[in-house]
Every structure is written in C-alpha cells, then in structure tokens.
C-alpha cells in the first residue's frame, strides 16, 4: 500500500491512513514525505549551493516549525510526542550540520531523502502508540540501484525478504518510499514522484497479492478532468494502456511504476484515500477486449517535420535523421513518415537548436511549437474495426498536424496545436463515452 505527499500531508491525514492500513491483513506500506517537505528540502540545498547558509538555516527552521506542530496534534501521550520530537529534532540538525562544510550532489542527496525519513518515523510511532503491531524497515536496507542507474531487482528483492523475515510477526510494515541507495552504496532516490516506484518494485520483488497506490481520486479517469466535464474513473485499464495513459499525462501514476509490476503479474489498484470503499482502477494483465478506455494529454510538444528528395527511394535516411536525436539524447514521441519526408514530435526542447540545425544538412525543416500529443488508449487492435475512425471522426473540426496508429495495440495517438486541446479532447469524450 502506498500513500503519497497529501495523504499523510497533516495530522489528520495521517490517522485517515492508519484506519486503511489497519485492516487485519499483513500490510507493507510505503510512504511519501508530507506534501511539500521535498519541495523545501530542495530549496535548502539550493541555498546551501547557493552558499547562503543564513538561507538554508531559515528554511529548516521552518520546516521543523511544521513538524513540531505537526507532532504536537498527531501524538495522544507525552512519551510518543516527545519520543518523536527528540528523534526529529536530532534528523533536523542532522540537516543543520550540511550548512557548515562542502557542498555537493551526494550532501543534496543526502539531504533530500529526510523527507521519507521523517514521516515514516512519525507514522510508525502514531502505531506504536494506537497499540498496533508495527515496525519500520529501513528502505535503505534493501533499495537499491545499480551501475546504470536502475533498480537491482536482485539485490531488492533478496534484501527486502530479510527485512521482513527478521519480523514474521507483526501486521504492519512502514517503509520509505522514493529513497535507496546507489551501486556505490550512497543515499540517493528514484526521482521526483518516485515513491509509486518503490511500491511497484516491492510489490513485485515480494509476489505481493495486490499493489495498491492511494491517492486523492477515485481511480485513472478516462479523459482529463481539468478539462472535460463528466469524466468518470475506468474500472480496468492492461498494463500498457496505463503505461501509455501515465506517460501522456495522467497525473495519477508516475510511468515507472507500471513496469516491475506487470513483469511480476502483480496487480495494481487506483484508490482513493477520501472514499476507501469506491472501486478505483485495477491495472492487470488481463485485455478488456473492444472497448476504448480513456483520453490522455501531453503537453509542449515540438513537431519538426524534414522533406528530402533523398529519401525518394533512398535507404539509410532514416537512420541519419534518428541518429541526430541520439546523439542529443532527445527521445522521439511521435513518428509519421511518407515517402519524401518523416514528421517526429519530441517533448525536450533542451538542444532543439543544434538538432534542427544538423537536420538542415538532410533536408528543407519545419518546426511547429506549442503542439499537444491526444492519446486514445483501448483495445486498438488493427483486426478491430471501427474504434480508429471514431476517433478520426470526433477530430473532424480540428486540424490534426499528425497521426499515429499501429505502433502499439494500445493506442492512437493525434497531435494537435495546443488552442485546440481543450475542444478535442471535449469531441472525443462526446464520441467515445457519453
Ligand atoms: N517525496 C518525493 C517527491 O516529492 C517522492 C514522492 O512523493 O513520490 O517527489
Ligand atoms: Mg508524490
């Protein structure tokens, strides 16, 4: 079970989650720092690059402030309360300590991973004190990734069975998520988000009966609620169409997540924290056959188109035009291609110069900014007839830059001008689910 930033962001939120997690079946948790402690750990490490140490201490001083607050309304006893607040008091001067000395990306680091440290620390004491049978693993004991950088789903999962087999006993388990250590063996994380992550590799390197990732909705919704009215939440969504509907934008989970546990065919679930009881998503192996899902969005997407008579005919052209974004290590989203020209859409902007300027050397370019990648997700099998011309037909009002559709079983996907996200994805939900 994993709960995010907001749902153990107070006090409140806190003993919210206790009554999920306390549900009499063997539970292990994985937990976010509180909303916003990453945010502002961040920026005490940018005040200490910044070498601006009167900064740094204002910024902790704060943050422990909160805490202290946060402390103070949690806890029922004085022993938990001031058995919590020594041991965080002593995590925040451990932070205090980085403001004398150097500092480098292993101290952020270092730094950044308190987070998780604090609020697991917090919540396995509330147990303690509720009388529940808890214990806080160390994700640091067992998360790990290796020389490249990834997950060592060996080193995972044979240490994250000795942590738990040192308490057969008890019911519930605290982690951290987010944070591990790396192939040399120093503290680092998964990235931004990363907590789903770590519940994802757990779940998997542990054969776990379910995953189950809380947060503030009720599930994957199928198109996106911040523009369409009525959207509702989709009850089942395979493994790739949730990697696809995470990668384009839906907020709800972070894209890494899907993978470790579709490897491990451990089911994930979509729950909400404000009503426990709703179905949510459940994420699996199983293919709901000819239905269409859901509508995703990405946003800032450049479409750089190149024509060349050389393509004519020609081998090796594409190859070349590939081989310019490698060498800026710049992933392409989108391909379309025609017999003289080829059209990609990338969302990095970072070298978008100096590619544009080595892909004049292959042909005439055009550049097209401010784009948005519309994605379809279903069974979009291409033995299936209809669903694609559905979608076709739900855009007929809107000029469509390029379109993409047999690269996966899973997905069409359309690139529109920005002005015009709002007003297709609208079409489409009108089209495909009401
Ligand atoms: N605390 C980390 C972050 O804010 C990890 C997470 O929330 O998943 O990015
Ligand atoms: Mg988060």
């Not at 480098?104 to 917090?122: C, D, F």
């Not at 900014?369 to 694609?388: A, P, T």
Request: net charge negative; charged share 20%.
């Amino acid at each position: 079970m994993k709960f995010g930033g907001t749902s153990v962001g107070s006090p409140q939120r806190m003993k919210s989650v206790v009554e999920l997690i306390a549900d009499g079946e063997q539970n292990l948790v994985v937990l976010s720092a509180m909303s916003g402690t990453t945010n502002s750990l961040l920026e005490i490490a940018d005040y200490l690059y910044k070498q601006n140490q009167e900064g740094a201490n204002a910024c902790i001083t704060k943050l422990e402030d909160k805490y202290r607050q946060h402390i103070d309304q949690l806890y029922t006893t004085d022993e938990y309360r001031n058995q919590t607040w020594q041991l965080l008091h002593s995590i925040f001067d451990y932070i205090r300590s980085f403001t004398k000395g150097d500092f480098a990306a292993r101290e952020e680091k270092i730094i950044v991973a308190q987070g998780e440290i604090l609020s697991t620390n917090m919540m396995t004491n509330y147990l303690l004190e509720q009388g529940y049978n808890a214990v806080l693993l160390p994700a640091l004991e067992f998360m790990r990734t290796n020389q490249d950088g990834e997950p060592d789903l060996k080193y995972i999962q044979e240490h994250a069975s000795k942590q738990l087999a040192l308490y057969p006993d008890k019911q519930i388990y605290i982690t951290q998520g987010f944070i591990c250590l790396d192939a040399e063996g120093e503290i680092s994380n998964l990235q931004r988000g990363g907590s789903d992550y770590t519940a994802s590799l757990l779940g998997g390197a542990l054969s776990a009966s379910e995953i189950q990732i809380w947060t503030d909705i009720d599930g994957m919704h199928n198109n996106d609620p911040r523009f369409v009215e009525n959207t509702t939440p989709v009850s089942h969504l395979h493994f790739d169409e949730a990697a696809e509907l995470a990668y384009f934008g839906a907020k709800i989970l972070h894209p890494t997540c899907i993978q470790p546990a579709k490897y491990a065919n451990v089911p994930v679930k979509l729950l909400n924290t404000m009503d426990p009881t709703a179905p949510g998503t459940v994420i699996s192996n199983m293919v709901e056959h000819r239905k269409i899902k859901a509508v995703a969005a990405k946003d800032n997407i450049v479409a750089i188109n190149i024509t060349s008579s050389r393509m004519l005919l020609a081998y090796g052209f594409l190859r070349k035009v590939f081989e310019i974004f490698e060498n800026y290590k710049t992933s392409i989203d989108m391909i379309c291609t025609s017999e003289v020209g080829v059209s990609v859409s990338i969302d990095d902007k970072t070298n978008l110069l100096p590619i544009l300027n080595e892909l004049k050397k292959l042909g005439v370019v055009e550049v097209d900014d401010n784009m948005c990648i519309i994605c379809v997700v279903g069974d979009l099998d291409w033995r299936n007839v209809g669903f694609e011309s559905v979608a076709a037909e739900a855009l007929k009002d809107v000029p469509v830059r390029m379109i993409s559709y047999g690269g996966s079983n899973h997905n069409i996907s359309f690139l529109v001008s920005a002005h015009d996200k709002k007003r297709a994805l609208e079409s489409l939900s009108k089209y495909l689910f009401w």
